[in-house]
């Protein structure tokens, strides 16, 4: 499975922003999907996440309300739209697909794509 995120960019605070990721390969079938992001001198974090067969989400307490996944079966893509952003939500973000099996958010195994660039100016 290869993964391309797309839709980061430089937004000022209270925008929106859509980002996407794509699978190449195999589909996501069995996977839970999960974005992530690391901002500058912090560790990598759990933002959201989405099983692709069930279509169940989590998210982190930071994002609840503001971010929501979802996913596109036929195009395999899952995407994070993420409104009322804050300077708080710069960040890399990444995307991730796992195996439901024994998946926790903490775990961050599986599959990684490149990231994508998310900047959010006061």
């Known amino acids: 499975v290869q993964l391309v995120e797309s839709g980061g960019g430089l937004v000022q605070a209270g925008g929106s922003l859509r980002l996407s990721c794509t699978a190449s390969?195999?589909?996501?079938?069995?996977?839970?999907i999960g974005w992530y992001r690391q901002a500058p001198g912090k560790t990598r974090e759990f933002v959201a996440s989405?099983?692709?067969?069930?279509?169940?989400?989590n998210y982190a307490d930071s994002v609840k309300g503001r971010f929501s996944i979802s996913r596109d079966n036929v195009g395999d893509t899952v995407y994070l739209e993420m409104i009322n952003l804050t300077p708080d939500d710069t960040a890399i973000y990444y995307c991730?697909?796992?195996?439901?099996?024994?998946?926790?958010?903490?775990?961050?195994?599986?599959?990684w794509g490149q990231g994508t660039q998310v900047t959010v100016s006061s």
């Open positions: 390969g195999p589909s996501f079938n069995g996977y839970v």
């Open positions: 991730n697909a796992d195996s439901l099996a024994g998946y926790s958010t903490t775990r961050e195994r599986g599959y």
């Open positions: 989405i099983t692709w067969n069930l279509g169940r989400t």
